[in-house]
């Protein structure tokens, strides 16, 4: 999935997005994710977001909490949510299909 960035002017392309990726939520300057997990399918997605975030150069927030898995998207410090994030969080719904046996 790609979002488009042109001009804001006229409409707000990461709420657009977002509205795309069902789940998930943006607070502030971030996008966030709550999972129900079993331990397995945690360290399985874990380890497939770990390769896509790598290759894109972000570094999400991941946690384990009463058998969630909490998933967080940041920029940069200072910095706004651009494509890329959007494109991990894109990825990340993939991968949880994925493991969840939810294709």
Sequence with gaps: ???????RAD???LSDALTLLGGW?????QIKRTLVLDDA???ALTERI?????A???RPEIRRLDGRTQIRVSPRE?????EGEVTLAARIEDAYRKVTGAE
């Design 78 to 82: 200072g910095d706004v949510i651009t």
């Design 25 to 29: 939520a943006r607070e502030g300057r």
């Design 1 to 7: 999935m790609r979002a488009l960035w042109g001009s």
């Design 11 to 13: 409409r707000d392309y």
């Design 41 to 43: 399918q945690h360290a």
């Design 56 to 58: 894109l150069h972000i």
């Design 50 to 54: 770990k390769v896509v975030a790598d």
